[in-house]
Every structure is written in structure tokens, then in C-alpha cells.
């Protein structure tokens, strides 16, 4: 299982517009039902192509924070 941060489709956003599957480039997303989905989650690079083409913010990429903890004093 993927320990990545993996971008999260909003259904009641999405309209269905199909712009996020054309233009991902590793086939990861489908549209099913009239929504996009992620069903290759372990394609996705996280190139944040779909979150940035969305008309309608329906997509959003969580970043993944890593604290590398306390710096000396
Ligand atoms: S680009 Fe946005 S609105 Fe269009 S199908 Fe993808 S998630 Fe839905
Ligand atoms: S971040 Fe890139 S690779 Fe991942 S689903 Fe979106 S367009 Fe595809």
C-alpha cells in the first residue's frame, strides 16, 4: 500500500468534465459514473497536472510534510 499522499477527488465538485483523465499522463484517472476517480493510485507521480487543469477546484493534492525535528540549540 502507497504511503504517498494521493490526490483527492472531490465528487460533488466534479462535473464530470473529463479534463484531469485526458490530461494525466499516467492513465491513472477514469471517469466512472460521471466523476473522475483514481483507480491507479500506484501510477500516480503526483505531477499535479489534473489539480491544476480542474475548472472547478474539484481535485486537491495534499502535500506531505516531513519533520526532520528539532534543530540543535
Ligand atoms: S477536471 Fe475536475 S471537474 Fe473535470 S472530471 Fe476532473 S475532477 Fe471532475
Ligand atoms: S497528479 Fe498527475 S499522475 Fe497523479 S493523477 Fe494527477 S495528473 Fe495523474
Known sequence: ???L??????TE?????????DI????????????AML???ERCTY???CEDICPTQAIALPFLIVFAGHRPQ
Do not use: F, H, N
Open 13 to 21: 465538485r466534479c462535473t464530470g468534465c473529463e479534463r484531469c483523465v
Open 5 to 10: 499522499p494521493l490526490p483527492q477527488i472531490s
Open 39 to 41: 483507480i491507479y493510485p
Open 47 to 49: 505531477c499535479t497536472l
Open 24 to 35: 494525466c499522463p499516467q492513465q491513472a484517472l477514469v471517469q466512472s459514473d460521471g466523476k
Open 1 to 3: 500500500m502507497s504511503t
